[in-house]
């Protein structure tokens, strides 16, 4: 139990995107529930896929794609 709670764990620079991004995915996650969380990534990946099909919108079109992708798996698994 102390494992899963031990957030004294020095994170690497390069690597501290990513877990801030996972730590968020979590926190959604823990906030509404599994169901939700998968359906609020599905609405993320299409409104992301939306998006990149405008060049202008690719920019934020993809980290989109990439949140719904994380809160899909994190509700599913």
Known sequence: MTEL???????PWILWPF???WKLVIGIVAATGRL???ILG???LI????LTVTVIGAI??????IF???LMLRGLF
């Not at 709670?5 to 994170?11: D, L, W, Y």
């Not at 409104?47 to 939306?50: E, F």
């Open 19 to 21: 877990w801030a991004l």
């Open 47 to 50: 409104v992301g896929v939306v």
């Open 5 to 11: 709670h031990n957030h004294k764990k020095r994170i």
């Open 68 to 70: 719904g992708l994380l």
């Open 42 to 44: 599905l609405v993320f």
């Open 36 to 38: 939700v969380a998968v």
């Open 60 to 65: 934020v079109g993809i980290p989109f794609i």
